[in-house]
């Protein structure tokens, strides 16, 4: 459960970051026109100070797209707000005209990463140390202090102890909301296990039960069939209709149980299946379905397996039912501990309006991200639905 919690923690924590970043980045014209203005720093001074806050954003946002920024988003935030209180309190070392006004650009630091990001209370608190305390060597050995030096410094004392608090806050909320979510994950993940059995229970019934019922019916009549004398003939007829119904039924048990769940996916694993059920997909439709795999292995641990093999069934089903499609491609692939799927159609995409058609999309969701993969849908030319799930968990830091 912990791990899950983290995991949750840290998708959220990526997209916060970028959001921040991002933010920066676009302040960066405003900031820099006021400072034209206003201040009386030097051109090549403001370049140098605003450059370098560029290229800090920059580089964080950049490194939340990156595989180890991605697995340690909480390091690269706090190298962002660490570096960007470094840049603004150089600044102010060199241009200490006005301490008030960076000691506010500092507190709005330091309350912004208390709302973006997941710190704890001691994180968030060294933060606001390393701050103050750069920003007092600043002033105090700049070539000349100034009068509201003292008041200023106060000020970003008290702005960092309420946003420490306000951190402490909003990160009891985040761990309980992450908490949720990984129960419900759980929750979900155990009713789609239980589904899961239930349809292999009743897969097996179908086809040993039932299914073996119906062909020793089908032989009892092929039978007496035979039995009758040829002046019956009336009676054998209808016999063999019945012959006929019954080994039709028993046809259409098979089908219906491979549906609920294939045989071969538990014998033989994932790829043997999926070109089953596309075979299966392009007899029925009529619609050419393909499939191409890199890197996957022969097996996959069983939640991945039935996982894909039920979100292509629901891929296809949507294709069937809505896109008018003539073509399907279906591609698996395995990149550094994550397996992607990929499934394409040529028909008329989603609705304009945005509104997918029935729940199968949200099942599709439910499921993989109850393994902790990612969903993402687009509709242009036809409709590309794109999984991705993780082969292992790594832990967060």
């Not at 306000?166 to 239980?194: D, F, I, K």
């Not at 999309?361 to 439910?366: N, P, T, W, Y």
Request: aromatic residues 6%.
């Amino acid at each position: 459960m912990a791990a899950d919690t983290e995991t949750f923690a840290d998708l959220r924590l990526t997209a916060r970051l970028r959001s921040a970043t991002a933010i920066m980045l676009a302040i960066v014209p405003v900031f820099l026109a006021l400072d034209l203005r206003y201040q009386r720093a030097s051109f090549p001074g403001l370049l140098f100070f605003y450059g370098l806050h560029v290229l800090i954003a920059g580089g964080a946002l950049l490194a939340t797209f990156t595989h180890g920024g991605r697995r340690r988003p909480d390091h690269v935030a706090l190298v962002l707000i660490a570096g960007m209180a470094t840049n603004i309190n150089a600044y102010f070392h060199r241009t200490p005209a006005n301490p008030a006004l960076a000691a506010d650009v500092l507190t709005l630091l330091m309350m912004s990463s208390a709302f973006f990001f997941s710190w704890s209370l001691s994180r968030h608190l060294l933060i606001c140390a390393v701050t103050c305390t750069g920003f007092a060597v600043a002033g105090l050995t700049a070539a000349q202090v100034q009068p509201a030096f003292g008041y200023a410094f106060g000020i970003l004392v008290l702005g960092g102890v309420v946003a420490s608090i306000g951190s402490h806050v909003l990160g009891r909320y985040r761990q309980g909301l992450a908490r949720r979510q990984a129960e419900l994950a759980e929750l979900s993940m155990r009713l789609m296990s239980l589904h899961e059995e239930e349809r292999h229970r009743l897969s097996r019934d179908l086809q040993e039960d039932i299914g073996q019922s119906l062909a020793a019916v089908s032989a009892y009549l092929q039978a007496i069939e035979y039995d009758l004398p040829p002046a019956l003939g009336e009676l054998r007829a209808r016999t063999a209709d019945a012959r006929r119904l019954a080994a039709k039924t028993v046809a259409q048990l098979r089908q219906l149980a491979q549906l609920l769940r294939p045989s071969v996916l538990d014998d033989y694993g994932l790829m043997p299946s999926l070109h089953s059920c596309l075979r299966d997909f392009q007899e029925r439709h009529g619609v050419a379905a393909s499939l191409s795999t890199e890197g996957v292995p022969d097996r996959l641990p069983s939640p991945i397996e039935v996982a894909v093999y039920r979100v292509v069934q629901e891929a296809l089903t949507n294709v069937a039912r809505h896109a008018r499609a003539r073509h399907v491609r279906v591609a698996l692939a395995t990149d550094r501990g994550e397996l992607s799927l990929r499934v394409d159609d040529d028909g008329v995409g989603l609705p304009p309006e945005g509104r997918h058609p029935g729940t199968g999309l949200i099942g599709i969701r439910e499921r993989v991200q109850a393994l902790g993969g990612s969903v993402t849908i687009a509709s242009r030319a036809g409709t590309s639905l794109v999984v991705r799930l993780p082969l292992r968990r790594d832990r967060a830091a």
